[in-house]
């Protein structure tokens, strides 16, 4: 079981870049992910990490424009979104907890979230 909480959502323009963080506590070594949810939508795939920060996997919709990473002597994993898009717009949700990653996470796959930061792009 792992605690954790986002920051860094908020509002930006299409073209525009935003980081979200992701401070963990409890366990300092293992994977990471982000997923998004949109209202009346799932909750979608983002991007994942090692426990060491040596591979990562994207969602096919972020992939080139979204860099997840991390800091394991902060505890903290990291998502930089360039290019943001209208559709990027959702809650965004940092996981841990999953034993393996690969290119296609599912939410069943983590055990620990967090509260979700909102991150709204406008036109």
């Known amino acids: 079981q792992v605690q954790l909480e986002e920051s860094g959502g908020g509002l930006v323009q299409a073209g525009g870049s935003l980081s979200l963080s992701c401070a963990a506590a409890g366990r300092r070594y293992y994977a990471m992910g982000w997923f998004r949810q949109a209202p009346g939508k799932e909750r979608d795939f983002v991007a994942a990490?090692?426990?060491?920060?040596?591979?990562?996997f994207y969602g096919d919709s972020v992939k080139g424009r979204f860099t997840i990473s991390r800091d394991n002597s902060k505890n903290t994993a990291y998502l930089k979104m360039n290019s943001l898009k209208a559709e990027d717009t959702a809650l965004y949700y940092c996981a841990a907890d999953s034993p393996l990653i690969g290119p296609a996470m599912k939410a069943t796959d983590f055990g620990s979230w967090g509260q979700g930061t909102q991150v709204t792009v406008s036109s």
């Open positions: 990490i090692s426990d060491s920060g040596g591979h990562t």
